[in-house]
């Protein structure tokens, strides 16, 4: 049975009640029933057919990809996008959909605002979910990331890069080790660096932003 299908099923079960035997069936309009608890929206989307989260992130990369959508609306398809994402198991669920190569390839769009958008993303899906950090790390995306961080223009972008890198080195170890053979040296400390010491972290993180904040004055 699908499963929401079958959340549906527990829900309908749940609230349902015997009057005969409720204590609370009564003629009395001051007691009230209890209310149970509140239906499952995916579960509602499986009876009614209305759009999976798969089916929003599916169709808001699409929008963000599209020729024909102006860039405001990409922004708006970005947003939502963003949100759908900080929920784990839709995070999860861009590998199944195909959505990390398009959003990693954002990363290099011309426009600015896109660039940020995808970094952000980035930073959303990997922070504290090892299998999304695992996942960056294949599809080779830390080096572009590194790059943003301290070459970008633009110093919005700038930061959501360091934020997405900061989200993927923590706790981390394959994705700290990445970072650090790609950083220059005076921001990549020498030797090693344990992905579960957050103060090392920190101070590889805090190099960044200081590089981001000298080449905005």
Do not use: H
């Not at 990363?107 to 605002?113: R, V």
């Not at 590194?146 to 934020?163: G, M, T």
């Not at 220059?184 to 090392?200: C, F, L, V, W």
């Not at 805090?206 to 080449?215: N, V, Y």
Request: charged fraction near 25%; include cysteine.
């Amino acid at each position: 049975m699908d499963p929401g299908m079958n959340q549906l099923l527990k829900w309908s079960i749940e609230n349902s009640q015997n009057p005969s035997a409720d204590p609370t069936s009564t003629t009395d309009p001051k007691v009230e029933r209890p209310s149970g608890r509140p239906i499952n929206a995916e579960a509602l989307n499986s009876l009614f057919g209305g759009p999976s989260d798969a089916d929003l992130m599916k169709d808001s990369m699409a929008a963000i990809l599209s020729p024909q959508i102006a860039l405001g609306n990409k922004l708006v398809a970005f947003d939502n996008f963003e949100q759908l994402i900080e929920n784990l198991d839709n995070a999860n669920n861009m590998e199944v959909l195909g959505l990390w190569s398009p959003l990693v390839q954002l990363l290099k769009s011309d426009e600015a605002e896109l660039r940020k958008y995808a970094a952000w993303c980035v930073g959303t899906a990997v922070q504290n979910n090892a299998k999304a950090q695992e996942r960056l790390l294949a599809v080779d995306a830390i080096p572009v990331l590194a790059r943003l961080s301290i070459e970008d223009s633009n110093e919005l972008v700038r930061r959501k890069a360091i934020y997405a890198l900061s989200s993927e080195i923590r706790n981390f170890q394959p994705g700290l080790d990445a970072a650090l053979k790609t950083l220059p040296k005076g921001i990549a400390p020498e030797g090693a660096i344990d992905a579960g010491d957050m103060e090392a972290v920190d101070r590889v993180i805090e190099q960044l932003r200081e590089g981001s904040a000298r080449k905005a004055a």
